[in-house]
């Protein structure tokens, strides 16, 4: 639920120019050993404040440039991460689902114009709602908070049949709001279109023509073995296991894969391979970005205990695949940072954080629920192991909290401050929440 949160409070919604695939690189190369130890000087850090373990994979065309490994695949057995462990995509999901779709538009059998009502009749307001608008975020399809949906994965038809039974969040076309529900029903789209199952379609249709060996779609259990683990950070030499795997939703989120075969699917975009990507009129399933005069289309993306990113710098023809297995506050920092590493910049480092000796506080006087009209869950705040932990509505996802000084927390988890309120009386009233990078959200507690 926080993920969910700190992905609409930062979501912008860019239009793309077509990509002109096959372009040549341009003279000036990359130094690989360079690069190699400009990522060391900046991935170090945050491996050593338990921020980030995995793989990070920079290549120019057909040359990589650098791949790097780093921190534990599994903690409990003692397995490092390599270049070949597989790790879940979360949102990079996107854009396989997108290429699907685009796929069948090619062949004619969906529209980007066709309404949801022509695959599912009885879908409230389906009418109005079109194939684009779902790719867009701009469908208004409102947003499940099923706690059950956080261990399992219904069919397409019955996660169709969930959503929309939602209230919508606006008029369709009227807005943009990012919308992992709209993928959820460009899967079960695809599905209807094609007669197959979603992962029989990418498996026919994208895995194996690119010889995506290690790219796959699961829903909570592990398909492979050489795989990493999930952690979520914040508990300062340590880090928090998760109690179980979040259950990634066909469409949206369930694909996992390596840096290699994402590498491979970065190329295979880029050149037009399996569908006219630069015919696109908007990069369906990515996001189109220029932070310092450097065109490029990426995408980000974030399970309990999992964040990747990857990006195609068209121009010069640069592919970058990240892979972490530790959920922390550097998934929105990485874009920029990485671009910052390429072309020359200032990265960012991990926040120091010191929790005071003498704590004053007790913990248990922040627990309880805070709201507020912006969101439609409270916010919880509960004791744990004489730690104190965060969470959304009903996730069983906690984060920990460290405390900075008095009533003041931080999650590393998010990179986000909490400062607690108190009223005339000196009891708790509320908390103010701010997220590195921006947003914030001020929240009431909820009378018990």
């Not at 390599?82 to 004619?108: H, N, Y």
């Not at 038809?157 to 008029?171: E, G, L």
Request: hydrophobic fraction near 40%; proline fraction near 6%.
């Amino acid at each position: 639920m926080a993920t969910r949160l700190l992905l609409l409070l930062g979501f912008v919604f860019l239009t793309a120019e077509a990509l002109v695939p096959g372009q040549s690189v341009p003279g000036q190369s990359i130094d690989s050993s360079a690069l190699s130890s400009k990522l060391d000087s900046y991935l170090q850090p945050y491996v050593k404040a338990n921020d980030f373990g995995g793989v990070i994979l920079v290549a120019q065309g057909d040359r990589i440039l650098s791949v790097r490994e780093y921190g534990m695949a599994d903690r409990a057995h003692g397995l490092r991460i390599r270049r070949s462990t597989a790790f879940r995509l979360a949102s990079l999901s996107k854009t396989f689902t997108a290429a699907a779709i685009a796929m069948l538009l090619e062949r004619g059998t969906v529209r980007l114009q066709d309404p949801l009502s022509h695959f599912f009749p009885e879908f409230p307001n389906g009418d109005r709602i079109t194939v684009e608008q779902l790719l867009l975020h701009r469908s208004g399809v409102g947003e499940l908070d099923s706690p059950d949906l956080m261990r399992q994965c219904p069919s397409s038809d019955d996660m169709v049949r969930r959503i929309a039974k939602v209230p919508p969040f606006f008029v369709p076309g009227s807005s943009d709001r990012y919308s992992n529900e709209g993928y959820v029903l460009l899967a079960a789209i695809i599905e209807h279109a094609s007669g197959m199952s979603y992962e029989a379609f990418l498996r026919k249709n994208i895995f194996r023509p690119l010889n995506l060996k290690h790219t796959g779609v699961m829903c909570a259990e592990w398909l492979v073995a050489n795989h990493a683990v999930g952690y979520i950070a914040g508990l300062g030499r340590d880090v928090e296991s998760l109690p179980f795997n979040e259950a990634g939703w066909n469409g949206p989120g369930s694909l996992y894969s390596t840096a290699d075969d994402l590498y491979t699917w970065l190329k295979a975009v880029n050149a037009d391979r399996l569908f006219k990507f630069s015919s696109l009129k908007y990069p369906y399933g990515w996001g189109k970005r220029n932070y310092s005069g450097k065109p490029l289309v990426e995408q980000s993306g974030q399970l309990e205990g999992y964040t990747a990113h990857m990006a195609l710098y068209p121009e010069q023809k640069i592919y970058l695949v990240f892979l972490n297995n530790i959920e922390s506050g550097l998934f929105n920092r990485v874009p920029r940072d990485l671009e910052a590493v390429l072309f020359g910049g200032k990265p960012s480092s991990p926040p120091a954080v010191a929790q005071p000796q003498a704590a004053k506080n007790s913990l248990s006087e922040f627990a309880g629920a805070y709201s507020t009209k912006e969101y439609p869950v409270p916010l919880q705040f509960e004791v744990k192991d004489s730690n104190l932990f965060m969470h959304w509505g009903e996730t069983p996802f906690r984060k920990p909290l460290v405390m900075t000084s008095k009533d003041q927390f931080f999650a590393r988890a998010e990179y986000g401050s909490y400062g607690f309120v108190r009223d005339a009386s000196g009891k708790v009233s509320g908390v103010s929440a701010k997220w590195d990078g921006g947003g914030s959200l001020e929240l009431k507690r909820e009378l018990p």
